[in-house]
């Protein structure tokens, strides 16, 4: 339930930054649009948003490998990770350097999974901030921590559009 709430708080914080004269409209209606690619041709920009992979990455998982590929094709300006991006006794390939999916276009959440990782257990509440600053979130010019280390706000600029991202533990 946590995690819808937070997709919902995140999707209405996303729409909020939109400014309506900066955006441009176009002719093309909905009904337009017969293909994913019709729409991706007519974007202003996009992003992924992804979870629950636990460790997996591009070299030793399928599905990570096909949604890596799909991210670099899409030009994806940005990845939101909304937790469970470890797990305890695997390899994590999830942030290997080969064939990265992860890089500075990443703005994770810590969950109980990455609690877990890091601390005694998933209600370790905070341990997983340790991935925040070994991913180097805390040295983003973009990026504000809270003192609890876990929490963080990121403002993202894509195309003359400012993405306000609240991230919760």
């Not at 629950?52 to 994806?76: C, F, I, R, Y």
């Not at 999830?94 to 276009?105: A, D, G, I, P, Y």
């Not at 929490?151 to 195309?159: G, L, S």
């Amino acid at each position: 339930m946590k995690k819808i709430l937070f997709i919902v708080v995140s999707a209405v914080f996303f729409l909020l930054a939109f400014k309506p004269s900066k955006v441009v409209k176009t002719q093309i209606g909905f009904q337009n649009y017969q293909s994913l690619m019709d729409l991706e041709n007519n974007e202003l920009f996009s992003f992924s948003i992804i979870s629950d992979n636990h460790g997996e990455g591009p070299m030793d998982d399928l599905q990570m490998a096909k949604l890596t590929k799909w991210v670099k094709e899409s030009n994806d300006a940005f990845v939101l990770g909304v937790g469970d991006h470890l797990q305890k006794n695997k390899s994590n390939d999830f942030f290997s350097t080969k064939k990265r999916l992860v890089n500075n276009n990443f703005y994770p959440t810590i969950a109980d999974a990455e609690n877990d990782y890091f601390g005694k257990g998933q209600s370790d509440w905070g341990s997983g901030a340790k991935l925040l600053n070994i991913l180097g979130l805390n040295k983003r010019s973009n990026v504000s921590m809270n003192t609890n280390g876990a929490e963080y706000y990121a403002q993202m600029n894509v195309n003359g559009i400012t993405v306000h991202y609240i991230v919760l533990h």
